[in-house]
């Protein structure tokens, strides 16, 4: 448990640069918009600190109630490898094949991954979060998404 501590305090180093970082992009006072180029990179970095608070947290109540490592679960390595290689052929999936089509499969076969077996359940909740999103940034926020293959 104290690699959980270990883990926690770095991640709330990395939250507290990547958040500084953050603040240093510059935003043109001409600027309209409601959303500006900070507030992703903002909204990412306070989720950060709140990661590493909350893990820190959890870590150091278990070990004052006395757990073990015995306590933890074992890490599925198989999982967690078929996971990230799912991401890997979805970024470079992405730009040929396009954002809703690739974020669909995508999304679907990571719930596979993670142990889903209702197929009907995993292909409409995937379409739905990628046209969602889609709609976000193309409709609400004017930032363009990968066409693809659908042009």
Do not use: C
């Not at 939250?15 to 006072?29: D, K, R, S, T, V």
């Not at 959303?35 to 070990?63: C, E, H, N």
């Amino acid at each position: 448990m104290k690699n959980d501590l270990l883990i926690a305090g770095i991640i709330l180093v990395f939250g507290a640069a990547y958040l500084a970082g953050a603040f240093a992009i510059n935003e043109p006072n001409t600027s309209y918009s409601a959303v500006g180029p900070r507030f992703f990179p903002i909204l990412i970095g306070v989720g950060m600190l709140i990661s590493g608070a909350w893990l820190g947290a959890q870590t150091w109540r278990k070990q004052r109630a006395g757990g073990t490592f015995a306590d933890l679960e074992e890490m599925d390595w198989r999982t967690w490898g078929a996971a990230a290689l799912t991401l890997l052929i979805y970024i470079y999936a992405l730009v040929p094949l396009g954002y809703l089509i690739a974020t669909t499969a995508f999304l679907f076969v990571e719930a596979r991954i993670f142990g889903s077996h209702a197929w009907l359940r995993d292909a409409i909740v995937s379409v739905a979060i990628a046209l969602l999103v889609y709609g976000f940034f193309n409709g609400l926020l004017k930032i363009g998404l990968p066409t693809g293959l659908l042009g």
